[in-house]
Each structure stands twice: as structure tokens, then as C-alpha cells.
């Protein structure tokens, strides 16, 4: 693997690959990796000659400055797991790197009611910070494919539109979500839980479950009452969001109807720890 720290680096490693016809794919994280990214790598392998991740934690992402500061770092190990997955390419970029004019954002992104709702709702900009380091990133590695995981599926809905609006020519690989055995979504925030926050966090995987099997049989309003009995019952602090939406536009729904497809999505605190994770229900 060659890590590159440098825009200027990297634009004349791949340069020559794509003089060679080498499919790129493009892999974005913010580091702490788990089986969930490494199974993003592997995907991105199979469809393309050369994988690049990225590791970048971007600031402007992060409507909580304690989130931001806490987020982990693990970057040796992180270098490990890259190499012994055979990663091609590992962009780690300072921030001056990747906003050398500042943080700002000059111009917003006009992403419409999915950024008003769920993660948008309760973390105002966040998207907006997703946005500027995915299109900034994009237009540095110019990728054939960009592989995104759907435990993050309002954050691939976001993606998907800033490609649209900014005409990149790159297509969305989607990567399943990688669960612990406990059916804990595997997420880079965990390594913050103790092992009993852990066992007990895996609770929304079951009010998940509760839900799919219950969809069809019980009111939305039952069902999502429920659902958050499960996960206060089993320790959860706070929950910011149950919600039962239509899976092309997030809106949400409040009975079930078999020719639409759906989704839940859930985003809840295990002690100081805000966890997200989601599941399609047919
Ligand atoms: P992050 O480092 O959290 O920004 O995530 C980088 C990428 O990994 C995003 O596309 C996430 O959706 C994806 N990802 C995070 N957790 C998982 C998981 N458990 N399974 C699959 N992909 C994941």
C-alpha cells in the first residue's frame, strides 16, 4: 500500500494508473476502521483495479465540537488493517490539505427536504459538511466508483444528490452493514462503549427486528411506542428518532402499504455515545 499525505502526491500516482485504463474506486472514512469499512475495501476490490481510502476526520461535519474531539483514532492499527486487506492507496490528508482557504463553505448545497429531516433535523449542517469533504474529495481522486456503507442510508441519499448536482461522474457502490454477533451495527463510535454498553446497545438491532416482525400486524404508532420501550428498557439514555419512512425519499409513513418500500431508522444515546443504524423492512 502507499500512503499519500499530498494532494499534488497522489494526482500523479493516479494519474499514471488511469493512463494505464485502471478502474479507481474510492473508499471515504474518517479512521477508527472496522470489519464495516473493511468490507466496503473488499467490495471496491471487486469491482475495480485500484482501492483508495481516505482517513479524514472533517470538522465541518460535526455540529458537536466534544464529538469532534473525541472522536477516535486509532491510526496505526489503522494502516495494519489497510495493508493486510491490501488496500492500494491510503489518502491521510491534514485539514489544510483538504480546506486550504478554511473550513468555510461558500456555497450551500441545495439538498431539499433530506436534509430536514432524522439526521438532518438533529444535527443541523452535518450534511452540509458531508457534502463539502465528499465533493472536495471527489474532485482531488476523480474515482470511477465510491463505495458507502448503508448503516449510513440518509448520508448515501445525501451523497447521491450532491453527485447529481454536481455532475461527478463516479457511481455509488453500497456496502450491507456489518454487525457484531450481537447484532450490533459494527461502528467506530463502539470503541467508546464499555463492553456492558456494548452488550446493552445491541437493543436496537432487536427493536429492528421487533419491528419488521410486527409491521404488518400492528399500528406505526404501537409499533414505534414499543420499539422504544425496548431500547429505554435495556439502558438507552435518550432516543432522538424512531422512524418508519418510505425508502426512496424518507418520507415518513404512518401505515403500512405493500407496494412501497420501507425502511426504519434509529438514532438513539447509549450513555454520552449517540448511536444510528436502520433496516429495510420488505
Ligand atoms: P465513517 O468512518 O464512520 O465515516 O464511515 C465510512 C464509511 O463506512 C461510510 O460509508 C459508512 O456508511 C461505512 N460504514 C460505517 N459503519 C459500517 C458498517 N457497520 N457496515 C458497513 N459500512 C459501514
Redesign the pocket.
Known sequence: MILFKHISDLQKHLQKLKAENKTIGF???????????L??IKQAQQKCDIVVCSIFVNPTQFNNSEDFNKYPSTIDKDIYLLETNRCDILFLPSEKEIYPDGEELKQPYDLGFIETILEGEFRPGHFQGVCQVVDRLLNIIHPDFI??????FQ??MVVQKMIELKHHPVKMII?????EASGL????RNIRLSDNEKEKAAAIYKSLLYIKENITKTSFGEIKQHASEILMNSGFRKIDYIEICDAKTLTPLIKYNSSTQIIVLIAAYMGDIRLIDNMLMN
Open positions: 473508499v471515504p472514512t474518517m479512521g477508527a476502521l472496522h470489519q464495516g469499512h468490507s466496503l463505495c458507502m456503507g448503508q448503516k449510513d448520508q448515501i456496502g450491507e452493514t456489518l454487525r451495527a459494527s461502528s467506530s
